[in-house]
């Protein structure tokens, strides 16, 4: 046992040493525009009143929800669909423009829904009718942009052209940083000149991941109903369950936006905001493990799978033993408006940190063609059964408990995931011929 645990962890150090100039470009430089974007968050939190804090957290959070909805899944499949065939840039083309004619048709028709849903969402808030009609719009700009960026950066990513793939990102969250502060200094920032400035930058990733990656593909490419297929064969076993976690990712928020108070939503954003060290880690998924798996032999499969699995683990852990060690100086970061939620932070970080673990398998996973159509519906069953619990016997008006739902939810799943991975190293990947039936 102790044998196989030092093979484990040379391997993972052998897999780092050997991709120490991509990692460290990715921290580097994933490093400023992450910094940008906390600090840019952070600063929403300890300059904006709790009131327009709120507003902000809620546009944000139903965002998150309806850009997932808007893709579920469809960019993921682009990776692996190409695999090898990166050099071959008309297979590249034509498989976007079959990407893009399906997202145009999906956000058709989620866009009317969510425009409808949205008020609903906030009735209980009592907040002006301009200012939810306002908060509509946004939201619809902000997530085709989203939308935008999901298909036209994968191309980036499916040619490694990494450099502009983080330039775009960079310029973006520096240049809203500094627009912020700008604003600040005029006495001018309210939670409508902070959506705006973060909607500009949204659009302006978008554009530019759309001018590299018409330059790099070379042509506009040509939608078929053969690419279209095979796009929905591999996304629809993940669908339900992206469908699922496009609400699930934002529960805290929504039910505290349904139970709570204003100032409860305010609570729960800032809390949300001490979780964004995650996504920094999170940008290494795509980047460089889901390439990674996706070239690497079957021979070498395992002992690569369980080394990342032990990194991924040991991160996890450091993160949520120094909150429980050291919850002050994650409130200090907060701010004074929030010194009442020491004993919230380390339940928020260990829920992120087992969220963030699933997210890390599901990408290794996803790379193999570990997909299966009963990972979602079970992750749907349990998850729905455990909030309905909740919510039948939990008072979720409060933030700490609605934390503690987080976690209840989010242990199955990863486990879950986990039995994804033993059944995809039992049964092989999920294939096209019908061979592989789960």
Same mark, same amino acid.
């Given at each position: 046992?102790?044998?196989?645990?030092?093979?484990?962890?040379?391997?993972?150090?052998?897999?780092?040493?050997?991709?120490?100039?991509?990692?460290?470009?990715?921290?580097?430089?994933?490093?400023?525009?992450?910094?940008?974007?906390?600090?840019?968050?952070?600063?929403?939190?300890?300059?904006?009143?709790?009131?327009?804090?709120?507003?902000?957290?809620?546009?944000?959070?139903?965002?998150?929800?309806?850009?997932?909805?808007?893709?579920?899944? #469809?960019?993921?499949?682009?990776?692996?669909?190409?695999?090898?065939?990166?050099?071959?840039?008309?297979?590249?083309?034509?498989?976007?423009?079959?990407?893009?004619?399906?997202?145009?048709?999906?956000?058709? #028709?989620?866009?009317?829904?969510?425009?409808?849903?949205?008020?609903?969402?906030?009735?209980?808030?009592?907040?002006?009718?301009?200012?939810?009609?306002?908060?509509?719009?946004?939201?619809?700009?902000?997530?085709?942009?989203?939308?935008?960026?999901?298909?036209?950066?994968?191309?980036?990513?499916?040619?490694?052209?990494?450099?502009?793939?983080?330039? @775009?990102?960079?310029?973006?969250?520096?240049?809203?940083?500094?627009?912020?502060? @700008?604003?600040?200094?005029?006495?001018?920032?309210?939670?409508?000149?902070?959506?705006?400035?973060?909607?500009?930058? &949204? @659009?302006?990733?978008?554009?530019?991941?759309?001018?590299?990656?018409?330059?790099?593909?070379?042509?506009?490419?040509?939608?078929?109903?053969?690419?279209?297929?095979?796009?929905?064969?591999?996304?629809?076993?993940?669908?339900?369950?992206?469908?699922?976690?496009?609400?699930?990712?934002?529960?805290?928020?929504?039910?505290?936006?349904?139970?709570?108070?204003? &100032?409860?939503?305010?609570?729960?954003?800032?809390?949300?905001?001490?979780?964004?060290?995650?996504?920094?880690?999170?940008?290494?998924?795509?980047?460089?493990?889901?390439?990674? #798996? @996706?070239?690497? =032999?079957?021979?070498?499969?395992?002992?690569?799978?369980?080394?990342?699995?032990?990194?991924?683990?040991? #991160?996890?852990?450091?993160?949520?033993?120094?909150?429980?060690?050291?919850?002050?100086?994650?409130?200090?970061?907060?701010?004074?408006?929030?010194?009442?939620?020491?004993?919230?932070?380390?339940?928020?970080?260990?829920?992120?940190?087992? =969220?963030?673990?699933?997210?890390?398998?599901? &990408?290794?996973?996803?790379?193999?063609?570990?997909?299966?159509?009963?990972?979602?519906?079970?992750?749907?069953?349990? &998850?729905?059964?455990?909030?309905?619990?909740?919510?039948?016997?939990?008072?979720?008006? =409060?933030?700490?408990?609605?934390?503690i739902l987080n976690i209840a939810v989010a242990v199955p799943v990863a486990l879950l995931n986990i039995l994804v991975g033993v059944c995809g190293f039992t049964l092989g990947p999920r294939i096209s011929n019908g061979k592989c039936l789960v």
């Amino acid at each position: 046992m102790i044998t196989t645990l030092i093979n484990y962890i040379c391997e993972m150090l052998a897999f780092i040493t050997k991709r120490i100039k991509i990692v460290t470009g990715i921290l580097f430089v994933q490093g400023v525009a992450l910094l940008a974007r906390l600090l840019y968050g952070f600063l929403c939190v300890r300059l904006l009143p709790i009131q327009e804090y709120a507003k902000y957290t809620v546009v944000y959070g139903f965002l998150g929800t309806l850009s997932v909805l808007m893709d579920i899944a #469809f960019s993921s499949t682009l990776l692996p669909l190409i695999g090898e065939q990166v050099e071959n840039r008309k297979l590249i083309a034509d498989y976007l423009a079959s990407l893009r004619q399906l997202a145009h048709r999906l956000y058709w #028709f989620v866009a009317p829904i969510a425009a409808l849903l949205y008020p609903l969402l906030v009735y209980r808030q009592r907040w002006d009718l301009h200012v939810v009609i306002a908060m509509v719009v946004i939201l619809l700009i902000a997530s085709w942009c989203d939308r935008v960026s999901g298909a036209y950066g994968a191309v980036l990513i499916v040619r490694r052209d990494l450099r502009h793939w983080y330039l @775009a990102q960079v310029l973006s969250s520096v240049g809203a940083l500094a627009l912020l502060c @700008a604003i600040w200094t005029t006495h001018e920032l309210n939670a409508f000149s902070a959506i705006l400035i973060n909607t500009a930058g &949204t @659009a302006c990733v978008s554009y530019a991941y759309f001018y590299r990656a018409r330059r790099l593909v070379g042509r506009g490419g040509h939608a078929d109903s053969e690419k279209q297929r095979a796009i929905l064969h591999l996304a629809l076993p993940s669908m339900p369950g992206t469908i699922f976690y496009a609400f699930q990712n934002q529960i805290s928020l929504l039910i505290i936006t349904l139970f709570g108070r204003t &100032t409860a939503i305010a609570d729960i954003g800032a809390l949300s905001r001490l979780a964004q060290v995650f996504v920094l880690f999170g940008q290494l998924n795509p980047i460089l493990f889901e390439p990674y #798996f @996706a070239r690497l =032999s079957a021979v070498h499969l395992r002992r690569s799978y369980y080394s990342a699995l032990a990194l991924g683990g040991m #991160f996890c852990t450091f993160m949520t033993v120094a909150s429980i060690g050291f919850p002050g100086v994650f409130i200090w970061i907060l701010g004074h408006n929030y010194n009442g939620l020491q004993r919230e932070v380390p339940f928020m970080i260990a829920g992120s940190s087992i =969220s963030f673990f699933t997210g890390f398998i599901w &990408t290794i996973h996803n790379a193999r063609k570990f997909v299966y159509w009963w990972n979602g519906l079970l992750t749907i069953i349990f &998850t729905l059964g455990i909030e309905i619990f909740y919510i039948w016997r939990i008072d979720l008006s =409060s933030v700490h408990s609605v934390l503690i739902l987080n976690i209840a939810v989010a242990v199955p799943v990863a486990l879950l995931n986990i039995l994804v991975g033993v059944c995809g190293f039992t049964l092989g990947p999920r294939i096209s011929n019908g061979k592989c039936l789960v």
